[in-house]
């Protein structure tokens, strides 16, 4: 069992920036790759960016070039930098974890992140 405890979250204007946090509570943090969701009100959970045991990214069209995906095998967390932020981009932020790649079996309480105009 993989505990995820994300942070960072807050209330920003638009066009500032936010770092995520994800603590993770395995050993065995650099096998697991990780990602970050998201869920607005009235929208499903989408997927913002994803990386790697390796560190091969992905991000989702819609954060490309603003927001980066990255983690620190030796402090078991990943993080996600959120820059040039926009209302829409208010929602719940989830961490995840999985070792199979495109499965995500553990998941974090989430952090709000609240942009206003």
């Known amino acids: 069992q993989v505990q995820l405890v994300e942070s960072g979250g807050g209330l920003v204007q638009a066009g500032d920036s936010l770092r995520l946090s994800c603590a993770a509570s395995?050993?065995?943090?650099?096998?697991?790759?990780m990602g970050w969701f998201r869920r607005s009100p009235g929208k499903p959970r989408e997927l913002v960016a994803r990386?790697?045991?390796?560190?091969?990214?992905y991000y989702a069209d819609f954060v490309k070039g603003r927001f980066t995906i990255s983690r620190d095998n030796a402090k078991n967390t990943a993080y996600l930098q959120l820059n040039s932020l926009k209302p829409e981009d208010t929602a719940v932020y989830s961490c995840?974890?999985?070792?199979?790649?495109?499965?995500?079996?553990?998941w974090g309480q989430g952090t709000q992140v609240t942009v206003s105009s």
């Open positions: 395995t050993r065995s943090f650099s096998m697991y790759n």
């Open positions: 995840t974890a999985g070792l199979v790649l495109g499965t995500f079996p553990y």
């Open positions: 990386i790697t045991s390796t560190g091969a990214t």
